[in-house]
């Protein structure tokens, strides 16, 4: 089951003395996060009913049911919420969830082998697509846009990119 849940979420910790939490929501419009039903722990064995109370400094403010106390809110300090894929809306096709992403093959234009891609991170200025490769002495890492990645194939598993020359 794990493999078709998609990570939309995480609790960064407590958020006051009564067992609010701050959550950093995925979603592309944060409050989104509560819309898909209760939400799974990353291995999908915990269920947790979320309601947003706030927004809140690097996130928003929520309280979880059963949880009642800042100690019990400190508990779940990092901890991914997940949702079943198919309560995700399906997206078009120039746009991707980051958990299809994570895992592809990565290609120079001439078809060249460079890497896999290992993870997707968004700071706020857009996606940062990190891609292991034996070419270069660390991981590359390159925005997700149409100029460095001009393709996207999930069916085949593949991304093409062009890597910029003061890269290597």
Partial sequence: MTDDLICIGAIAGAF??????????????PTDIVAYGPLLSEDGSREYQVTLTRPVAGGLGARIKGVSTKDEADALRGVTLHVPRDRLPSLPDDEFYHADLIG????DPGGELIGKVTAVYNH???????????????AL????????????????GRIIVDVPEDSE
């Avoid at 706020?124 to 660390?138: P, W």
């Fill in 16 to 29: 006051g003395v009564s067992g609010e939490v701050r959550l950093k929501s995925f979603c592309s419009e």
């Fill in 104 to 107: 592809l093959a990565a290609h």
């Fill in 141 to 156: 890492l390159l925005p997700f846009t149409t100029a460095i990645v001009p393709n996207v194939d999930l069916a085949a």
């Fill in 124 to 138: 706020g200025a857009g996606d940062i697509l990190e891609i292991s490769t034996t070419r270069h002495k660390s």
